[in-house]
């Protein structure tokens, strides 16, 4: 009988699952707190980031449009037979002994028309992107998300968190 009651009387052991239950409970609500706080932050960081990225590549293609124009206006001041080609080609003038191939337009010489580039794609945005700008947008799934994590936290304390066992 003494072994029954002492057996009793002894506080129950620690489950393992009960103390995971605990940490998820925790872990979970640290997620949705961070990201309604995070979101609109992440949000602006994304956008901002795609724009400096195609500033970026603006600058890039100007950059090189000019190298190329300098190029041409020193050929122009310097070379006279750059000058007199140009002249012939802007003119359609070609000599009596001259034969000319007729080619596609593509491969003709532009001087003055610039390699017109593409723009670089655009960077794609993480996956998670759109869940954090709608968690950003909306005040009211914000709200609830906090108030989720609100009860996570009272849950875990509450009912998974054993006193006993801490002081």
């Known amino acids: 009988m003494s072994t029954a009651s002492h057996r009793t009387a002894q506080p ?3 489950c393992w699952i009960t103390s995971l239950a605990f940490w ?13 706080s995070l979101a609109p932050k992440l949000v ?3 956008n901002l980031s795609r724009d400096y990225q195609a500033n970026r590549w603006k600058l890039f293609s ?9 190029k041409v ?3 122009q001041t310097n070379d006279p037979a750059f000058v007199r080609e140009q002249a ?3 003119f359609d003038v070609a000599s009596p002994d001259e034969q000319r191939i007729p080619v596609d337009s593509h491969l003709r010489l532009n001087i003055e028309s610039g390699g017109a580039e593409r723009p670089a794609a655009p960077r794609a945005l993480p996956w998670y992107a759109p869940i ?36």
């Open 12 to 14: 129950p052991q620690p």
């Open 24 to 36: 998820l409970c925790l872990f979970t609500s640290a997620v949705l707190y961070g990201t309604v």
């Open 44 to 46: 602006a960081y994304f």
């Open 62 to 70: 100007v950059e090189k449009q000019v190298d190329r124009l300098e």
């Open 73 to 75: 206006i020193e050929a």
């Open 88 to 90: 012939r080609s802007a």
């Open 132 to 167: 954090l700008g709608l968690v950003a947008s909306s005040r009211v799934l914000g709200d609830a998300m906090l108030g989720m994590a609100a009860v996570l936290v009272l849950y875990a304390f509450g009912r998974l968190y054993d006193r006993r066992l801490h002081g």
